[in-house]
């Protein structure tokens, strides 16, 4: 079996990979959208295929490369279905094996940190238990929090002591993220020194050590959750050969792209959005020469007609991000009219 632990030190993050020697088929666990181009480039010097990108849940501190890899590379996105996200490939349930070659990853409910965490169990050539993926449910001496997204400590302590401390003592558990360095454990060494749920403690304990950890919010959270709720996707693409979005979508100021209007310059003077920029169509294709094909954009006209054009441009000369919003500033001015009403 191939394996490896990869790092992303801007969100602490730990992906991993797991490929099947003999049929060179591979899954991501827990895969960081700015990574992904790693994540592919060692794939292909290793000679491997990318077949899944599994997630054990709706991160809130970092973005999944799920759908970005996905474009790239064709693998299937995996998630809970109990995550209730968009734009995912199969929901997986607990009891659910994900095939990889020759070797089954089983898919197991451990729900507390949030309602769709799972834990990913490899087994080995004899069916028995070898590595966990824990997620953000159980930590190296510690767990995830329960303070937000339907978490709850009672939930996550039974979810740890049912469907993690029940694997063999000699299980290898790793972790979605360590902040002291800290590679890998093992069951037995956090049933016996975790100090959360570990060495005897009581769901009572548990219940009362959560309470008073009085934790910020993930300094990504506005960002990341949205975009981890369809799956990492940048934007909520809509249908058709050309991708748009939704007037609505951008008036709620999400961010995390470039808005780029395409009309004239008097157009423009006369109205527009207020972060958008000018770059008129007759001159997209120079001006957009020098900007990052990889960073999205989303572009801007009159009715929707001339912004897909200029989507559709910028697709052709490589961009990977863009879109044209539906309906234009004309939608943008009626929908405007219609909350002042």
């Known amino acids: 079996m191939l394996f490896r632990q990869l790092f992303d030190e801007a969100t602490w993050t730990y992906t991993y990979l797991i490929g099947d020697e ?5 899954v991501l666990i827990d895969a960081v959208t700015e990574q992904a181009d790693r994540d592919l480039g060692l794939l292909d010097e290793l000679g491997y295929n990318l077949v899944a990108v599994l997630d054990t849940h709706a991160h809130a501190d970092h ?3 799920a759908d970005r890899l996905r474009h790239k590379s064709g693998a299937k996105v995996m998630l809970a279905k109990a995550a209730r996200a968009n734009g995912v490939d199969r929901a997986l349930e607990h009891g659910d094996i994900v095939q990889v070659g020759e070797l089954q990853v089983e898919a197991r409910s451990t729900p507390g940190h949030t309602s769709g965490c799972m834990t990913f169990v490899v087994h080995g050539d004899d069916s028995r238990p070898t590595m ?3 997620g953000d449910a ?11 997204q339907q978490g709850d400590s009672r939930t996550l302590y039974q979810s740890i002591h049912q469907q993690i401390f029940t694997l063999p003592d000699d299980t290898l558990v790793y972790p979605g993220h360590d902040y002291k360095g800290r590679t890998v454990s093992t ?6 020194f975790n100090p959360r749920v570990g060495g005897g ?3 009572d304990d548990f ?4 309470n008073n950890l009085k934790l910020g919010l993930p300094k990504r959270l506005a960002v990341s959750l949205p975009k981890n709720m369809r799956s990492g996707a940048w934007a909520p693409l809509l249908d058709g050969p ?5 007037v609505s979508w951008v008036l709620r100021g999400e961010g995390g792209y470039a808005l780029v209007d395409v009309r004239s310059q008097g157009e423009y003077e006369d109205d527009h959005l207020p972060n958008a920029e000018l770059s008129p169509l007759d001159g997209l294709e120079a001006a957009a020469q020098d900007w990052d094909k990889s960073a999205p954009v989303v572009l801007v006209c009159r009715s929707g007609q001339r912004s897909l054009r200029a989507a559709k441009l910028l697709q052709d000369m490589g961009f990977e991000q863009v879109a044209s919003m539906r309906g234009g500033m004309i939608e943008v001015n009626r929908q405007k009219a219609a909350a002042a009403a």
Not at 187 to 192: I, M, N, R
């Open 63 to 65: 973005i999944t490369g």
């Open 207 to 210: 219940v009362d050590i959560m």
């Open 242 to 246: 050309v991708p748009e979005v939704e």
């Open 187 to 192: 069951v037995a060494e956090e049933k016996q």
């Open 132 to 134: 966990a993926f824990t």
């Open 201 to 203: 403690k009581t769901e």
């Open 22 to 26: 003999a049929t060179k088929e591979a």
């Open 138 to 148: 159980l930590f190296i001496r510690g767990t995830g929090r329960t303070d937000f």
